[in-house]
């Protein structure tokens, strides 16, 4: 089970020096968050004052403000006004710019190599009986609220050995403890016992999907 801890991570100037980003994730994995050499990347960037958004071409953004109120968007001189938790589909090469109406925001950024891979943001809602599983080629990341993560069950057929004494079934081992998350924390999904989390709050989670190219 892999957790990725917020106040760990390293915060980077924008290339414009706009406001500084702090990486999650990315693929294939390179030294500077900002060189564009990935083909996706998911990131926390917070924003500080009004300006213009660095360009990725060949790149699809979507973007999510997570703190603060209200961010005016402007991509290609159409203004929209992005709430609390809305994520919003845009081109990475298009010129954008931004001006923060009610303060300070923070926001989480999905960007995918066009054509080769889809990024997709959820906000879903915590619950403290009902897990929410996390899988392979997601990231669940914590936006508000208390939680905590712990592994999936171990599938069935694994659970059921008999390899234990006198040929009989093996003893499962002991579960591992819930991990607490803390604000911004993610959780690196898995097909292999998913891991599950249990709380109050709010959770973004990002999927990036493969695109598929037709044979001829």
Do not use: C
């Not at 390179?30 to 790149?59: C, E, K, L, N, Y």
């Not at 080769?116 to 914590?142: C, D, M, N, W």
């Not at 712990?150 to 079934?169: C, F, I, K, L, M």
């Amino acid at each position: 089970m892999e957790i990725i801890r917020f106040a760990e991570l390293k915060p980077e100037p924008w290339r414009n020096g706009g406001g500084v980003t702090r990486e999650l994730a990315s693929h294939p994995k390179v030294a500077s968050a900002q060189d564009g050499a990935w083909d996706w990347r998911v990131s926390i960037a917070d924003v500080g004052s009004a300006g213009d958004f660095s360009t990725f071409p060949g790149m699809e953004r979507v973007i999510t403000v997570i703190d603060g109120e209200l961010l005016l968007l402007t991509v290609d001189g159409e203004e929209h006004p992005l709430e609390k938790y809305r994520p919003f589909r845009f081109s990475g090469e298009a010129a954008s710019a931004s001006a923060l109406p009610t303060g300070d925001i923070r926001d989480l950024n999905v960007i995918a190599r066009a054509g080769e891979f889809k990024g997709y943001t959820s906000i879903i809602e915590l619950s403290k009986k009902r897990a929410h599983p996390v899988f392979q080629g997601q990231l669940a990341v914590l936006l508000e609220g208390k939680a905590s993560v712990s592994p999936g069950a171990e599938p069935a057929e694994s659970a059921v050995s008999g390899d234990g004494p006198d040929g009989g079934t093996a003893a499962a081992p002991a579960e591992p403890q819930s991990v607490e998350l803390a604000r911004y924390d993610a959780v690196v999904g898995s097909d292999t016992r998913s891991p599950e989390i249990l709380g109050r709050g709010f959770l973004a989670v990002i999927s990036i999907d493969r695109v598929e190219h037709a044979h001829s």
